[in-house]
């Protein structure tokens, strides 16, 4: 029952810490958009992986 509320508070977080950058600047956040449809899906799949590795080592250092 544990994992499972801990599985939705990381979802909540992810979804609170997605939601900041439009909420603040929304500006920002369209010009950032617009720069990140110029890439290459080479360039996307590679923020994507290294994004996953980050998050993965995170959670083996907090573990």
């Given amino acids: ?3 499972e509320i801990s599985w939705w508070a990381a979802l909540a977080l ?3 810490l997605e939601g900041l950058f439009p ?8 010009h950032m958009f617009a720069q990140l449809l110029a890439l ?4 996307i799949r590679f ?3 290294l994004c996953i590795a980050v ?9």
Wanted: glycine share 14%; net charge neutral; proline share 3%.
């Fill in 40 to 43: 290459r899906d080479g360039q």
């Fill in 14 to 16: 992810v979804l609170v």
């Fill in 47 to 49: 923020m994507g992986l």
């Fill in 1 to 3: 029952m544990e994992t």
């Fill in 55 to 63: 998050g993965l080592a995170l959670l083996w250092v907090l573990e």
């Fill in 23 to 30: 909420f603040i600047s929304p500006k920002g956040w369209r």
